[in-house]
């Protein structure tokens, strides 16, 4: 009985632990794949000096700049974090050229904190 005891309380205190990193490296493998549903839902990024507006084709969410974390590169993305639970995916296949897409992380990248 009290080894059940024991193995219950570490199961408790680890179990968060182990989804939470499930799921990190559940989402790392969709965002290297590329074929998540984030990158194929068709949506509009309007910068301006406020922050982003996301606009899909029924709703729409601002992210503000007060709460842009992070901008991660992978081979194929470009994943903009703010807060803890929301992020933007764009595919790299969408900017016309390095250029663009260097303008646009150093847009990105002016608002970080």
């Known amino acids: 009985?009290?080894?059940?005891?024991?193995?219950?309380?570490?199961?408790?205190?680890?179990?968060?632990?182990?989804?939470?990193?499930?799921?990190?490296?559940?989402?790392?493998?969709?965002?290297?794949?590329?074929?998540?549903?984030?990158?194929?839902?068709e949506q509009t990024l309007i910068l301006d000096e406020s922050g982003i507006l996301r606009s899909f084709i029924d709703a729409e969410t601002k992210f503000y700049w007060s709460g842009l974390n992070k901008v991660d590169i992978t081979d194929n993305l470009v994943i903009i974090y703010f807060n803890?639970?929301?992020?933007?995916?764009?595919?790299?296949r969408y900017f016309n050229g390095t250029k663009e897409l260097d303008t646009f992380l150093n847009y990105i990248n002016s608002h970080i904190k």
């Open 1 to 41: 009985m009290t080894i059940m005891i024991f193995l219950s309380i570490i199961w408790f205190c680890a179990s968060p632990k182990i989804f939470f990193s499930y799921l990190r490296k559940s989402f790392r493998k969709l965002a290297k794949r590329e074929y998540s549903k984030f990158v194929d839902i």
């Open 84 to 92: 803890s639970k929301n992020f933007i995916v764009i595919p790299k």
